[in-house]
């Protein structure tokens, strides 16, 4: 039967279409192998090349932090709005349904909490646990200039390795200690340290001169949200960050500590998708609010 139809000639081959060679869409990331690259391409949208994910693992070291008492009362209805979901794995077992469609991003480091010297981290998760709950990468903070600096830098670069041999990104997150700047010196320095010892991606705050920072840092950059602000300054943030060379926001207190979170995610994600004005998204904010409330 084969034979057969190799012989009848009915097969298109496209001889004249050359097979397309597709470059990948994330900055520094070309390099990686399929696995690795499907899952950064299920946290940053492929369309657009940004991401808004969605932070709740402050309780990891803060405990019940405000708006994160109940997540599955006040964080679980929030989750279709976002692109991807920063987590611990307690609450990802404990608490999100595993039908979720969204990639999580899964805290990977800790140890001390608020009351000790937080850059005393050590890795608080095995690689294969990451693979067992279908992770999209996993989060490691990374304490430059803090006591333990070394250590996480050690526990970062562990992470890296046992993530590349399983086909997992890592999320460098620059941590800043309470007597450290956050300018674009230090920003620079913690970012790029990251990059270069093997972070995928980087998680930084905003601050002046971003877009030095985010030039100098050869993969993409995500900010936190950092304080609840104003909603006005907190799109604000997002969008100066987005114009200046960050590939998305993960955010936090920001969103769950709105008056109106699912309002607020959508204003977030016309500020980092679509690249609407702050000024606009606030009052598309205002509107979703006013919406729900009508
Ligand atoms: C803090 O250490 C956590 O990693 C948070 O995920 C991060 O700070 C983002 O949350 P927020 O926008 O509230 O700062």
């Known amino acids: 039967m084969a034979e057969a139809e190799i012989q009848s000639g009915e097969k298109e081959y496209f001889l004249n279409i050359p097979q397309q060679n597709e470059t990948f869409f994330l900055k520094g990331c070309a390099n990686y192998d399929w696995g690795f690259k499907n899952r950064l391409a299920r946290i940053f949208n492929p369309r657009s090349g940004k991401t808004v994910m969605l932070a709740f693992d402050h309780g990891y070291f803060q405990g019940p932090t405000t708006g994160l008492e109940r997540i599955d009362v006040t964080i679980v209805p929030l989750t279709p709005f976002a692109d991807a979901l920063m987590l611990t794995r ?37 690689i294969d646990d990451a693979v067992r709950m279908n ?39 620059t941590a800043v ?71 998305g926001v993960d955010m936090g207190r920001n969103i769950f500590q709105s008056e109106a979170p699912i309002a607020m995610l959508h204003a977030v994600q016309k500020v980092v998708h679509e690249g609407m004005n702050y000024k606009q998204a606030h009052e598309y904010y205002l509107d979703q609010k006013n919406k729900k409330n009508a």
């Open 135 to 173: 992770c999209s990468a996993v989060a490691v903070q990374v304490f430059i200039g803090g006591e333990y600096e070394t250590q996480s830098v050690n526990n970062m670069t562990q992470l890296v390795d046992s993530g590349m041999k399983v086909g997992m990104p890592v999320l460098g997150v």
């Open 90 to 126: 307690g609450i990802l077992r404990s608490v999100i349904p595993a039908a979720t469609g969204k990639p999580i991003v899964m805290r990977a480091s800790g140890g001390p909490s608020i009351l000790k010297e937080l850059s005393n981290e050590h890795i608080a998760c095995d």
């Open 177 to 247: 200690g309470k007597e450290l700047v956050r300018d674009a010196k230090y920003m620079g320095l913690a970012t790029r340290m990251c990059a270069e010892l093997g972070a995928a991606i980087v998680k930084t705050y905003f601050c002046p001169d971003f877009e030095r920072v985010a030039a100098g840092c050869p993969v993409p950059l995500v900010i936190a949200g950092g304080k609840k602000l104003p909603e006005l300054d907190a799109l604000k943030m997002a969008y100066d960050a987005i114009q200046q060379g960050a590939s």
